[in-house]
């Protein structure tokens, strides 16, 4: 493996390489930056997060550019504002031994005024989100006219988040002859769309193969009841008492309400999600790096910023929607050389997307056990052990040892060793001595609601909500599971059109979902459900109703569902939650409600 110095790297970059620890390049720093430095070109460089993606252009550029001139000459667009942030530090910590470097920020929820005056002062380089660098051209508060090298970070992220015609629109600025550097994890359809765009013959540079999951992580999958999804997500975490994680929901909704209930049942958690305040986002994630919290439960958006090296689990609480982006989570694990691992609990309806991730990310997952109490309990007693041999005696309590040993005084060794454990063991022993299994059995057949066994006695309804409300057949499931606070599974035979939908329940269901439906209102509009006397998949009963509906949004409280509770969790550490653990987001309470 080279070192740095043969990569061709100048003196300066050299020294902060030093001052920061670095020792040897990773294999993409190795692969694209004598590239970079060698010749003007595009490229193309597919790579894991968490490989060094930052350092493998930012030290080229720093390099390329001079820092001599006030000229924005460098351009980096990146998905969210924390990596944003995350990429501007960086690279001032590469370039700190450039007199008159300017690196600047430029992102949403931040002084715009403040942030066009740090570009006037002359910034060589800027970092930018698409929204608000397009807001900027649009103001004239940025000239980008004579940028040399433009980087497309997490290219892939981008246009999941809708960037696309932004993005188009910000390089419109920039001059034709510029080198264009994209980097992504991932090289779906709309990258490689992209690149032949706005890029001239790039040299195409892969870190293994295209889309595949990282080495060091390995993959678990456990079947569970929809119902026992948060059940197991407690279980899971009780299994692994060191567990430093990031558990990934779907929606902001979800999000908010998992880590509420881990908060209210005694774990280290918090949520981050697209609601938070710039101020709320750092506090979390301040937390979270100094180990206050040991479970954050993130939305993939808000995971983009998410630069931390230690995490050990990625727990996936729900699959994400383009199965692509399974890759991004399971790559915030196993970083820096360290192995991690990638959990996902699945109901039997979304088993079919495990080997669907499979193909993506060549690599097989394993199906393992949902843990059962007991288990848990020899696994928490055994850590409690291993904690008392490796904690370091505080001589402070030395004064008082004589009380303590006569207090003790007439008990064995073996008598204290067994009152000091049960002081914790208990707890868990009487949480989890009646607790069931949560391990579901496979369902045979495949299909989008194959976990369902389906009872002859079923109904049929129509709602008048469907794709023009931003609902596809898995978020309008979700949606009426929430509300009615059934499990995943009860709502089957969801058919999405264009203003109405169908979905089925089993007839004993249907005086509640009549009676829910009743004087329903979402956004301001009365939500009507009826009986449909159409058989399944047929939409011909809903011709005509519930059309020219103006566009809502799914938000709102709901009714229980999802996983059940089944009381707080023991703790064999003795903490009680921090106060500041929960951070002061947003809840999950909308517009939605009855009358």
Not at 557 to 576: I, V
Request: proline share 3%.
């Amino acid at each position: 493996m080279a070192s740095f110095k043969e990569l061709g790297l100048d003196e300066k970059i050299l020294q902060a390489v030093t001052d920061m620890g670095f020792e040897t390049p990773s294999e993409v720093q190795e692969k694209t930056i004598p590239i970079l430095l060698d010749r003007e070109t595009d490229i193309v460089s597919l790579a894991q997060t968490g490989t060094g993606k930052t350092a493998a252009f930012g030290f080229p550029m720093l390099q390329k550019i001079n820092v001599d001139s006030r000229t924005t000459q460098g351009l980096i667009l990146s998905p969210t504002r924390e990596l944003c942030l995350q990429i501007t530090n960086e690279l001032i910590n590469y370039g700190k031994h450039y007199k008159g470097l300017n690196v600047t920020a430029i992102y949403g929820g931040a002084s715009i005024s403040e942030q066009s005056r740090q570009i006037k002062k002359g910034a060589q380089i800027v970092v930018a989100t698409p929204g608000r660098m397009k807001d900027m051209i649009g103001r004239g508060m940025v000239d980008i006219s004579k940028v040399e090298y433009c980087v497309l970070d997490e290219a892939d992220e981008m246009l999941n988040m809708g960037f696309y015609e932004d993005i188009t629109e910000i390089l419109s600025h920039t001059p034709k002859d510029k080198s264009t550097w994209l980097f992504s994890a991932t090289m779906p359809k709309e990258v490689s769309k992209i690149a032949k765009k706005f890029m001239n013959a790039p040299v195409e540079i892969t870190i293994g193969s295209k889309n595949v999951g990282s080495e060091n992580v390995s993959h678990e999958y456990y079947l569970v009841n929809a119902r026992d999804r948060y059940l197991a997500l407690k279980r899971l975490a009780d299994a692994n008492p060191d567990i430093f994680s990031v558990v990934f929901c779907r929606t902001k909704r979800d999000t908010q309400k998992v880590a509420e209930k881990l908060i209210e049942d005694g774990y280290n958690a918090a949520a981050i999600h697209g609601d938070l305040s710039q101020n709320q986002r750092d506090l979390v994630m301040k937390s979270f790096r100094t180990r206050q919290i040991q479970m954050l439960v993130a939305t993939d958006v808000a995971a983009r910023g998410i630069d931390v090296d230690d995490i050990t689990h990625v727990i996936n609480y729900q699959l994400p929607d383009e199965i692509e982006t399974y890759t991004h989570r399971s790559g915030r694990t196993g970083r820096a050389g360290k192995s991690g691992v990638s959990m996902v609990i699945v109901s039997k309806s979304e088993r079919r997307k495990i080997s669907q991730i499979e193909k993506i990310i060549q690599k097989k997952f394993e199906q393992k056990e949902i843990p059962g109490g007991m288990e848990i309990c020899e696994i928490q007693l055994f850590h409690l052990a291993n904690s008392i041999k490796d904690t370091k005696v505080n001589h402070e309590i030395d004064p008082y040892l004589p009380n303590i040993n006569e207090v003790l005084e007439d008990f064995t060794k073996e008598e204290l060793i067994k009152k000091v454990f049960s002081v914790e063991f208990t707890r868990f022993f009487n949480y989890y001595k009646n607790e069931k299994d949560l391990n579901a059995v496979a369902a045979s057949s495949a299909g989008q609601d194959s976990g369902k066994s389906y009872s002859d006695d079923k109904v049929r309804y129509f709602i008048n909500i469907g794709s023009r409300d931003d609902f596809n057949w898995q978020s309008l499931k979700d949606f009426l599971r929430d509300l009615l606070g059934l499990g995943q599974d009860d709502v089957f035979h969801v058919d999405v059109h264009d203003s109405f939908s169908f979905f089925n329940t089993d007839a004993k269901h249907t005086e509640l979902v009549m009676g829910i439906f009743s004087d329903f209102v979402l956004d301001g509009r009365k939500i009507s459900v009826e009986l449909s006397k159409e058989g399944r998949r047929k939409g011909g009963g809903g011709k005509g109703r519930g059309r020219g509906n103006k566009k809502g949004h799914r938000k709102g409280g709901n009714r229980g569902g999802g996983g059940g509770r089944d009381g707080g969790k023991p703790s064999f550490k003795g903490k009680s939650r921090r106060k500041d653990s929960k951070p002061k987001g947003k809840g999950t309470s909308g517009r939605r409600r009855r009358r």
